[in-house]
């Protein structure tokens, strides 16, 4: 048999102390803080402001703070998740009635065989985005 030895760690910092990572407040508040300022600096500066918007949602995306955000605002208490799912479904809506238009186009062109295709995807993104939803929340 082996010798236990007495010596030996029963918790690592690591288990103790775990490092933030980047869904944690201690590495998201300030990137809200750095994007709210460059925004702001950009502005005061005289740039123009659409490349100050998209320098910001490229930024928010590739950080992943809005999402952080979004999660923040659904911790509150009853109001919350309706925030959420007020803006959550429109973008479902908008997705389904920009394939709609497409499709009447199309289908008017001559395109019914792609508007299948099209429409196929539309539905494959739309699974795509639940699953994602459903996988974002058990995880």
Do not use: C
């Not at 760690?9 to 201690?26: L, N, Q, Y």
């Amino acid at each position: 048999m082996q010798q236990q030895n007495h010596e030996q760690e029963v918790f690592h910092v690591a288990d103790i102390a775990p490092r933030p990572t980047a869904r944690s407040w201690k590495i998201m508040l300030p990137a809200w803080a750095l994007l709210i300022g460059l925004g702001w600096l950009g502005l005061h500066y005289g740039l123009d402001a659409k490349l100050v918007a998209g320098g910001m949602v490229l930024f928010g995306l590739v950080s992943s703070a809005f999402a952080w955000l979004l999660g923040v605002i659904g911790l509150v208490p009853i109001a919350g998740p309706l925030i959420l799912k007020i803006l959550a479904i429109p973008f479902i809506w908008l997705l389904n009635a920009i394939g709609y238009l497409v499709s009447f186009i199309a289908i008017r062109r001559g395109y019914s065989k792609d508007v299948l295709t099209y429409r196929g995807l539309t539905i494959a993104l739309l699974v795509g985005i639940v699953i994602g939803y459903i996988l974002g929340k058990l995880i």
